[in-house]
């Protein structure tokens, strides 16, 4: 008799304790849950809407500009009043039916973030968050070797490494890559050409090699790789020559902006070779490089360059940081041997030849 008492009362307790809470809170209460339910949902909370820019514009949920200035409009759709409509913390004003224009400036190669928030009269708020990138209205082409595994002479660690972090880079300021790894004599020859034909009235073209190099009678080369430097039974890398390389691209771009960039000779591709390995160590300078052209070396004419100890070389590594710093093409090249020349402590020197015709950036 006691028991069932004492159980009465307290489910009375219970359900007097509910209706207070109740009556306090102004919510309603489920009888499967003894959770109070907020009632206001997010469809009363202010919709944001983009009209500008244009969904059609964008790849991989970014959009994509070639203009100095991007704008951004829009309008919010809301149940009360809105208070405040703001574009990264900024208010801006709101025009007839909720509308909203803003504009910024951007760099080429710049991502840009808008967080947009529109407030209501309550102080309910909803955030809408844009990725934009302004790229390049030029046309810019590269071409990227990396070459590793030798078949006839040493193996190299990073060149495939650093010509995908080339690759990628570039790639962010609008270069359309050709991208290649492990090349064969006429695989290169292959690649050099059709590139040649895609890269027709290219605004600019930047030409990257990693791997081994070697120079013959003051003849720089790139190694495809089954070569063999023993040249008395070995193919005919005429074809391969740097100085073609660069008459077969300019052949069809006599105006264009074009960066070579060699990051060879890593080290003495011949050791380990029977006597009679004729090539010489290093690449030979270029006395003068063509006009519109800017060719850089990886180390000092007849020197080595490091392949480094991590996954990338030592001059690529520092090449790919001053690519991203805004500053004419030059500099990029001039710093990145200055801090080179430094950290290998004067053991490795970029060398840079330019004929520019006027002052190109990346970005």
Request: with cysteine.
């Amino acid at each position: 008799m006691f028991k069932q008492k004492s159980s009465t009362m307290d489910k009375l307790a219970l359900i007097l304790l509910l209706m207070y809470s109740v009556s306090l809170t102004g919510q309603r209460f489920s009888a499967r849950s003894p959770v109070i339910q907020y009632q206001s949902s997010k469809k009363h909370y202010p919709k944001i809407f983009i009209s500008s820019p244009d969904k059609s514009n964008s790849k991989n949920g970014i959009y994509i500009t070639i203009e100095p200035e991007v704008k951004i409009e829009g309008s919010v759709e809301s149940k009360d009043a809105l208070s405040q409509i703001a574009i990264d913390g900024e208010e801006v004003r709101i025009g007839p039916d909720n509308s909203f224009t803003f504009s910024k400036r951007l760099d080429v190669g710049e991502f840009y973030q808008p967080r947009i928030t529109a407030t209501d009269n309550r102080g309910r708020s909803s955030n809408h968050e844009l990725f934009i990138r302004r790229l390049s209205p030029e046309k810019r082409m590269a071409l990227v070797i990396g070459n590793s595994n030798y078949q006839n002479i040493q193996d190299l660690k990073n060149p495939i490494n650093d010509a995908i972090l080339v690759g990628l880079t570039l790639s962010e300021f609008n270069f359309d890559i050709s991208q290649h790894e492990d090349l064969t004599l006429q695989q290169t020859k292959d690649a050099v050409s059709r590139f040649a034909i895609k890269a027709d009235d290219a605004d600019v073209i930047w030409v990257y090699y990693a791997g081994h190099g070697f120079q013959k009678n003051g003849i720089n080369y790139l190694a495809a790789v089954d070569a063999n430097l023993n040249l008395e039974s070995g193919p005919n890398h005429e074809k391969l020559s740097v100085e073609r390389i660069i008459n077969i691209i300019e052949e069809n771009n006599p105006d264009c902006v074009f960066i070579l960039v060699l990051d060879a000779c890593r080290n003495d591709p011949t050791e380990g070779l029977a006597r009679g390995a004729t090539s010489s160590s290093g690449l030979a300078e270029m006395e003068e490089a063509p006009a519109g052209t800017l060719v850089a070396y990886a180390t000092a004419p007849g020197k080595y360059a490091a392949d480094g100890t991590g996954d990338n070389g030592l001059y690529t590594s520092e090449l790919i940081n001053q690519m991203k710093i805004s500053q004419p093409i030059e500099n990029v090249f001039k710093n990145t041997s200055s801090i080179v020349n430094k950290s290998s402590n004067g053991a490795q020197i970029p060398w840079i030849r330019s004929n520019l015709r006027g002052t190109f950036r990346l970005h």
